[in-house]
Every structure is written in structure tokens, then in C-alpha cells.
């Protein structure tokens, strides 16, 4: 039979392992989350850009980000012309 000193070790190792579980479990949990944001981000990720819907089965092929660099010069054009204003 455990003594008394026996059944508290035990119950000190239990409570270690959970706790090493939760903090290995946030800290899967916070880098999934944290590559899913990253993903989201990712200016090369098709699914993500503005304007893609990825049910219409587009591939992205043939895209460019440089597609939109006139329309990104226009608007340091503008906030220029306001600055300088």
C-alpha cells in the first residue's frame, strides 16, 4: 500500500503533466493561429487577394502582383500632391 507521502508525489506528477499539456496545447493552438494569420497576409497567396473568389476555380495563373503598380503610383502621386499642397 502508498503512503501518505506516496499519493502526494503522485498527485504532484499528475498535476505537472497536465499543466505541461495546457501550455503545449496554447502554444500549438497560438502558432497555427499565428501561421493562418501570416497565410491571410501573404501577398503571393491567391486566395487571399482582394477580390478572388476561390469557388470560381480560378488558379491565379497569369496574374501578376505588379498588375496593380499604376494604380499604387496614383496614390503616392495623389498623397504627394496633397502633401506638398
Keep these: ?37 501570416l497565410k491571410k497576409d501573404d501577398p503571393n497567396n491567391v486566395d487571399a487577394r482582394p477580390g478572388h473568389d476561390p469557388e470560381d476555380g480560378e488558379t491565379g495563373a497569369g496574374t501578376s502582383p505588379l498588375d496593380s503598380a499604376p494604380k499604387a503610383q496614383e496614390q503616392v502621386a495623389n498623397v504627394r500632391h496633397e502633401r506638398d499642397a
Design 1 to 37: 500500500m502508498a503512503t501518505r507521502q506516496e499519493k502526494i508525489m503522485n498527485i504532484i506528477w499528475l498535476e505537472l503533466i497536465l499543466v505541461a499539456v495546457v501550455a503545449l496545447g496554447l502554444g500549438f493552438w497560438q502558432l497555427y493561429d499565428v501561421n493562418k494569420e
